[in-house]
């Protein structure tokens, strides 16, 4: 199986910066594309930001110019740096990837989620 593990997440002021990682460990032969997903109380879970294996990035609209996706293929990680965070930011954010095993199964994981919190 493969597993995503998050870690980085936080307590901090309005205006600061984070920075979130996620390895993903298994039975890996190669990932796809990779993600940042979050969860605010009470709402749904949106996509934050993606990137491709190629390096191709995605973000959601209320990110863009203050978070950064970026991703290391050897090592199977992905992270993203947060800055000019705000409490509308405050969430539990979730590691996704696509996964092709090598079994040659194609698999959609998701990590444990990891909380941050922006303090105003």
């Known amino acids: 199986q493969v597993q995503l593990v998050e870690s980085g997440g936080g307590l901090v002021q309005a205006g600061g910066s984070l920075r979130l990682s996620c390895a993903a460990s298994?039975?890996?032969?190669?990932?796809?594309?990779m993600g940042w997903y979050r969860q605010a109380p009470g709402k749904q879970r949106e996509l934050v930001a993606t990137?491709?294996?190629?390096?191709?990035?995605n973000y959601a609209d209320s990110v863009k110019g203050r978070f950064t996706i970026s991703r290391d293929n050897a090592k199977n990680l992905v992270n993203l740096q947060m800055n000019s965070l705000k409490p509308e930011d405050t969430a539990v954010y979730y590691c996704?990837?696509?996964?092709?095993?090598?079994?040659?199964?194609?698999?959609?994981?998701w990590g444990q989620g990891t909380l941050v919190t922006v303090s105003s």
């Open positions: 996704n990837a696509e996964v092709l095993t090598i079994l040659n199964e194609n698999l959609e994981v």
């Open positions: 298994g039975s890996i032969f190669m990932i796809n594309g």
């Open positions: 990137i491709t294996r190629g390096g191709s990035t």
